[in-house]
């Protein structure tokens, strides 16, 4: 792989595992990635921690959890004693902000509001040995390394039921000049913003059956403009390429645990799955010309039961079989 295509890769992590926040499923369905680094949906100081489950976990997740699920579980609104704030600052113009407030109310009822605003010019100029010549400015893209977001996450929790929202957007600079645009150009960014809401009910009846509801909604976009050579198309000299990615899908999961001769837990369940708007599309500018413009929508079932065998203290076995349509 050309090492400066690599670099210049989105920082969205690809697809094989599956990246749950508090058991909601974050893979987007154009391109099946997920936000793991800045763009990912809540603010790292929400984490109260990462459970992570190796090994296929198909039955129960899906196709992606083929090589790992990581679940991050955030904190609670019994963990904040009113409201907390934080700041920070650093090196390349860096500056970050976030508002947290929490409260549990006498009737059980409790609320986790969350805020964070972020903003990195990054280094003034990166080094290329790629490019190092006099046409590319000796290997010197300048000043187009920001990175800046802003997100935000609510929880409303009372007895079984759980009401939660986030959102996050984010803006990338790409210095790299990957899929042979221009180097050095000032026209070279990503954009992603990702948005859901989910409804959910978890209730155990006694000590040995849970069951567990979710129904949600999710929104994802992404665009990117990507500057090349167009000396003799355009008079500026640039001929600009934009790339665009847009999913909206609604789903419901019902699945049911249950605890059986000590040693066996038994799951059940359910998955449907609205993917009613997908869209690929990309174009460029000046004559506006489009390579490709997709517009398709699909829905997903599932049906899926695994038995968790627990073996010993050391030693489990997991047996489980799906089917999706």
Request: glycine share 8%; aromatic share 14%; proline share 3%.
């Amino acid at each position: 792989v050309d090492p400066v295509v690599a670099a210049a890769q989105p920082t969205t992590a690809e697809t094989h595992r599956e990246l749950l926040l508090d058991g909601h499923r974050l893979n987007e369905p154009t391109y099946d990635t997920i936000g793991a680094v800045s763009d990912f949906i809540t603010d790292v100081d929400l984490i109260e921690r990462v459970e992570v489950i190796r090994g296929p976990g198909s039955a129960l997740y899906g196709s992606n959890a083929f090589i790992a699920v990581i679940n991050v579980i955030t904190r609670k609104a019994a963990d904040f004693h009113g409201l907390e704030a934080s700041a920070e600052a650093g090196s390349f113009s860096t500056y970050k902000a976030r508002a947290s407030y929490g409260r549990v109310f006498d009737n059980g009822l409790s609320i986790l509001l969350s805020g964070t605003i972020s903003d990195s010019q990054g280094p003034m100029s990166h080094y290329y040995k790629e490019f190092d010549s006099k046409e590319t400015n000796h290997g010197l893209a300048q000043g187009l390394d920001g990175d800046r977001y802003y997100s935000g996450l609510a929880t409303i929790q009372y007895k079984d039921f759980t009401l939660q929202a986030g959102h996050i957007w984010r803006w990338k600079d790409v210095p790299t000049a990957p899929y042979e645009t221009v180097f050095n150009g000032s026209s070279m960014y990503t954009n992603d913003e990702r948005t859901y809401a989910r409804l959910s009910y978890s209730h155990t009846f006694g000590t040995e059956t849970t069951v567990r509801a979710d129904l949600h909604w999710d929104r994802y976009s992404h665009s990117g403009d990507y500057p090349y050579d167009g000396t003799d198309i355009t008079p500026s000299g640039i001929l600009l390429n934009r790339d665009i990615a847009i999913g909206e899908w609604w789903g419901l999961d019902l699945q049911v645990s249950q605890r059986l001769f000590q040693k066996h837990l038994l799951t059940a369940g359910a998955e449907y799955r609205s993917n009613y708007e997908l869209q690929i599309t990309n174009f460029y500018f000046d004559p506006q010309t489009f390579d490709y413009n997709l517009h398709t929508d699909f829905e997903t079932y599932g049906l899926f039961v695994q038995d968790e065998w627990m073996i010993s203290d050391k030693w489990s076995v997991n047996l489980g079989v799906r089917y999706d349509v």
